[in-house]
């Protein structure tokens, strides 16, 4: 039976803070990419992917977690330096990139996370990342918060973030006048698929700690941080909010069916049923207008065409 005292919901917070950071990395780092316009449909491939590369960094290099955050994070910098790069330069669809990466990067992450895992199999002492303290799981709440404030500032209030929003906003307009739309789009690729790299990493040195397809590739937690930025409105604050909910529910899921008697399977399901209602509450009502996505976002900008 579900035990509301606080001292429960304390333990719960504390216990979720490494999924909370993960989730806050890849929804802070999928908000700043798409605030310049480009519509990000490869974010579960790139949780898939990350998360494997820090297990196979872990495995084989003896957990130095230096690699194991490092690796994910440029990797993932390229295929979003790739995408931003080929939206802005040629006319393609944004969702036929964006999903066609993710496949790919489902597919690597499937091949990459085979060997450690075998490895991993004859290693009986080894895990795989770090177990957090409940101060260290605290303290990560208290990085986040201090991360969502200067990705606030750097978005809404320097020359680089004006840069962004106005490329995801009307980018022919911010050519003609002056603003570099393919560098803007470039480092915001770099520095949102770099978090949402770092995510992946944190997903499984700090919370999951172990490698199979079920917990990374079809998990779908890459689809729920895209649920969690979408229902913030894309800004660094509402997210935190949003994230810190999700990751309640996901860890909570198994513990749903003691508390509510309710299915394995409907648990499981519940933090993906909370993210269709939250994304569709988002949708229709004031939030939307309030926490605006960019006007352009997800839309073909091509600037050679209109100089024919």
Request: charged share 10%.
């Given at each position: 039976m579900f035990d509301p005292s606080i001292a429960t919901l304390a333990d719960l917070i504390i216990a979720?803070?490494?999924?909370?950071?993960?989730f806050y990395l890849m929804a802070?780092?999928?908000?700043?990419?798409?605030?310049?316009?480009?519509?990000?449909?490869?974010?579960d491939g790139t949780f898939a992917l990350t998360a494997t590369l820090a297990f196979f960094m872990d495995v084989y290099y003896d957990n130095n977690l230096l690699l194991s955050f490092l690796v994910p994070a440029v990797v993932a910098m390229l295929f979003g330096l790739f995408m931003s790069f080929t939206l802005t330069k040629f006319p393609v669809?944004?969702?036929a990139v964006g999903l066609s990466l993710m496949f790919l990067m489902y597919g690597l992450a499937s091949i990459i996370g085979y060997g450690p895992r075998i490895v991993q199999a004859s290693l009986p002492n080894f895990s795989p990342g770090v177990a957090l303290t409940e101060e260290e799981r605290v303290a990560g709440y208290l990085v986040m918060l201090v991360l969502g404030l200067i990705t606030y500032w750097l978005i809404e209030k320097?020359?680089?973030?004006?840069?962004?929003k106005a490329s995801g906003e009307d980018p022919a307009a911010a050519e003609s006048l002056g603003v570099n739309v393919l560098a803007s789009r470039l480092i915001a690729a770099a520095i949102g698929f770099a978090m949402?790299?770092?995510?992946g990493a944190a997903y499984m040195n700090f919370y999951v700690r172990l490698w199979d397809e079920r917990s990374i590739i079809l998990s779908g937690y890459g689809w729920l941080a895209f649920a969690v930025a979408l229902s913030g409105g894309r800004h660094p604050l509402v997210v935190l909010l949003t994230a810190f909910v999700f990751s309640i529910l996901v860890h909570s899921s198994l513990q749903f069916v003691a508390w509510f008697n309710i299915s394995r399977e409907l648990s499981?399901?519940?933090p993906f049923i909370v993210a269709i209602a939250a994304m569709?509450?988002?949708?229709?009502?004031?939030?939307?207008?309030i926490l605006a996505p960019p006007k352009s976002l997800g839309r073909i900008y091509f600037r050679e065409e209109r100089t024919v």
């Open positions: 979720s803070g490494g999924l909370f950071i993960a802070l780092g999928h908000s700043v990419v798409e605030k310049s316009g480009i519509l990000n449909l490869a974010i669809s944004h969702g320097t020359k680089l973030g004006v840069s962004i949402i790299g770092l995510g499981y399901s519940l569709t509450i988002y949708m229709a009502t004031p939030l939307r207008r």
